[in-house]
C-alpha cells in the first residue's frame, strides 16, 4: 500500500473509532469528516444520500443506528472498517486507476463457487442440476483473491452450490485476508452455533440467506421443513448480534409473498439488514419458463421496491429494476463477474458462458478476454435502463456476443446453446419492453459512469 492510501486510511479508521464511541452523537461529525478526506469523485451521491438520511432522521438513519448499536461489537468495529475503509474508500480510486491502465473492466467485487454441491435441490436452480463433483481448491481462491486485491478489488461473494459445504475453508480465507470483505448467498440450513463463534472470530464475513417468501412458499420450492431451519438461522444470528441479509428470486409463483409489506416486515423482525431481490432466469435446460415472471409482477415489484425504501430500515437492491441508478447492466466485470467451481469466468452469475479459465488465465486477462471485452464495449446493452441485461431483456445481444466470441457453454451436466437460452427469453422480452419503455419515460437518469451516449452504437436499443 502506498504511504499515501496507509496515511488515508490510518484517518479514516481513526474517524471509524470516533463514531463509534458514541454513534448517535457522532454520526453527522463523521460523515463531514470523511467528505474531508475523501476525494471528490469517491462514493458523491451516496454520501450525499448518508447525509440527507442523517438530517431527515429517516428509515435509513434508523437502518445505521441498528447497525451501529445492535451489532456485537466484536464484529462491528472491525466489518466496519473492513469494508467501508479497505473494501470501499482506499480500493475505489484504485480500481479507476486500473480501469485507466488496461481500458477493460476491473470489478468492485467477484463472485465464486467454491463448490458445486448442494445439501437442497431447488426447483428451477442450476446448481440442482450440477452434481457435487466440482470444487475450487483452497489454494486457488486465496490466488484469485490475491490477484483481485492487486487491481484493487476487496469484495468476494460466494455463491454454488452451496458454499457453506465449504465453511471451514471459507473462514480460513476470511482470516487470511482481513482486509477483505466476504459475502456469501447460502440456504443457511449449515449455520450453526460454531459457524456463528467462527462469524465471531473473524469479523469479515456476512451471509446473505435465500429466502422465498412465507413458509408456503420457500418449502414448496426448496423442500419441505427449509423456511424452519431458515426462520432458526436467523433467530441465531441475530441473538447473537451478527449482520445478515437475504437473497429472494422473485418468481412468476412467489411475486405476491415476496412483494408484500408483510414479509418485509417479517425480514426486519428477523434481524436482516439488506434484502438484494433477483428476478428469476430460466438458465439450465431444464428451467421451467413458467417461473419467469409477468409484466405486471414486474412492475408491481419496481414501484413496491420503490415504496418500501421510503419507510423501512431495510437496504433493499432490486437487481433488474434498478438499472437507473448503476448505469444498465452491472456484470462482465464493470461491477462483478463470476467464477464458476470448474473455474471458468463467467460475465454474470447468470450468464453460464465463457472463453477463459484461472487454471489457463491471469484475472486481468480474463477481464481483457472476448466475451468480457464484448460486455465492456457494449455497455450499457440497452439505453432503458429497466431494459439492462443482455440476455433477459436484450437476448439478440447476448447470443451475437457469445458467437462471435466463441465463448462455451459452461454447464456442468447438460450444456444450453446460447440460441436455446435467448430463445426462451424472447416471449419475455418482447412483454415487457412496452410496460419499461412506458416506466422509462417518466423517470430520470441517474448519475454514472455510462449517461453519455454519443458513442451508441448502430443496433442497439
Given at each position: ?22 454513534p448517535?452523537?457522532?454520526?453527522a ?5 470523511i ?9 458523491p451521491?451516496?454520501?450525499?444520500a448518508?447525509?440527507?438520511?442523517i438530517?431527515d ?30 473494501a470501499n ?10 480501469r ?8 468492485w ?5 467454491p ?11 442450476w446448481?440442482?442440476?450440477?452434481g457435487?463433483?466440482q ?9 484469485i ?15 454454488g452450490?452451496?458454499p457453506?459445504?465449504r465453511?471451514h ?11 477483505c ?9 449449515l449455520?450453526?452455533?460454531e459457524f ?11 451471509p446473505?440467506?435465500?429466502?422465498e417468501?412465507?413458509?408456503e ?12 431451519k431458515v426462520?432458526?438461522?436467523m433467530e ?32 426486519i423482525?428477523?434481524?436482516a ?42 437496504f433493499t ?26 473455474g ?5 452469475v ?11 488465465s ?12 464484448a460486455?465492456?464495449?457494449g455497455?450499457?446493452?440497452n439505453?432503458n ?7 433477459l431483456?436484450n ?14 457453454s ?7 446453446t446460447?440460441?436455446h437460452l ?11 419492453q ?6 422509462w419515460s417518466?423517470?430520470?437518469i441517474?448519475?454514472?459512469?455510462y ?7 448502430p443496433?442497439?436499443?
Amino acid at each position: 500500500m502506498k504511504a499515501t492510501d496507509q496515511i488515508k486510511r490510518a484517518a479514516l479508521n481513526k474517524a471509524i473509532d470516533y463514531l463509534l464511541e458514541n454513534p448517535e452523537r457522532n454520526v453527522a461529525k463523521i460523515m463531514d469528516m470523511i467528505d474531508k478526506v475523501a476525494p471528490d469523485d469517491v462514493f458523491p451521491t451516496q454520501r450525499a444520500a448518508f447525509h440527507q438520511a442523517i438530517d431527515d432522521e429517516s428509515n435509513w438513519y434508523q437502518l445505521i443506528m441498528k447497525i451501529l448499536t445492535d451489532m456485537n461489537p466484536q464484529v462491528r468495529d472491525r466489518l466496519i472498517k473492513t469494508f467501508v475503509v479497505d473494501a470501499n474508500m482506499i480500493a475505489w480510486p484504485k480500481q479507476e486507476a486500473m480501469r485507466d491502465q488496461y481500458h477493460c473492466n476491473i470489478p468492485w467485487a467477484i463472485l465464486l463457487d467454491p463448490t458445486s454441491a448442494c445439501n437442497l435441490r431447488c426447483t428451477g436452480c442450476w446448481a440442482a442440476e450440477y452434481g457435487h463433483k466440482q470444487n475450487l481448491t483452497y489454494e486457488e481462491i486465496d490466488s484469485i483473491i490475491n490477484q483481485g486485491v492487486k487491481l484493487g478489488t476487496h469484495v468476494y461473494i460466494y455463491t454454488g452450490g452451496e458454499p457453506l459445504v465449504r465453511k471451514h475453508d471459507l473462514i480460513n480465507l476470511c482470516e487470511a485476508h482481513p482486509d477483505c470483505a466476504f459475502l456469501s448467498f447460502t440456504n443457511a440450513t449449515l449455520i450453526d452455533e460454531e459457524f456463528v463463534q467462527d462469524m465471531i472470530r473473524v469479523a469479515n464475513f456476512v451471509p446473505a440467506i435465500s429466502v422465498e417468501g412465507f413458509e408456503e412458499a420457500t418449502d414448496a420450492r426448496r423442500g419441505e421443513g427449509t423456511y424452519a431451519k431458515v426462520s432458526r438461522a436467523m433467530e441465531l444470528l441475530r441473538e447473537n448480534g451478527l449482520p445478515f441479509g437475504v437473497s429472494c428470486c422473485y418468481t412468476s409463483a412467489n411475486a405476491s409473498s415476496i412483494a408484500s409489506e408483510e414479509f418485509f416486515d417479517w425480514l426486519i423482525e428477523k434481524g436482516a439488514l439488506f434484502a438484494w431481490v433477483f428476478t428469476y432466469m430460466p438458465v439450465g435446460v431444464g428451467s421451467p419458463t413458467s417461473l419467469m415472471v409477468h409484466a405486471d409482477q414486474r412492475e408491481h415489484l419496481y414501484r413496491f421496491i420503490r415504496k418500501m425504501r421510503e419507510k423501512k430500515p431495510l437496504f433493499t437492491l432490486d437487481f433488474q429494476n434498478d438499472g437507473e441508478f448503476v448505469g444498465g447492466c452491472i456484470a462482465g466485470g464493470r461491477n462483478y463477474f463470476h467464477i464458476n467451481s470448474a473455474g471458468d469466468a463467467e460475465p454474470c452469475v447468470f450468464i453460464h458462458y465463457s472463453n477463459a479459465n484461472i487454471h489457463d488465465s491471469s484475472i486481468l486477462e480474463i477481464l481483457q478476454s472476448p466475451l468480457f471485452m464484448a460486455y465492456h464495449n457494449g455497455q450499457p446493452f440497452n439505453k432503458n435502463h429497466l431494459r439492462p441485461c443482455p440476455m433477459l431483456e436484450n437476448p439478440e445481444l447476448l447470443r451475437k456476443m457469445v458467437h462471435e466470441t466463441g465463448a462455451h457453454s459452461t454447464d456442468l451436466q447438460s450444456p444450453e446453446t446460447v440460441d436455446h437460452l435467448c430463445d426462451k427469453c424472447k416471449a419475455y422480452a418482447d412483454n415487457w419492453q412496452p410496460m419499461a419503455d412506458e416506466i422509462w419515460s417518466h423517470t430520470k437518469i441517474r448519475e454514472s459512469r455510462y449517461e453519455n451516449y454519443k458513442d451508441w452504437k448502430p443496433g442497439q436499443q
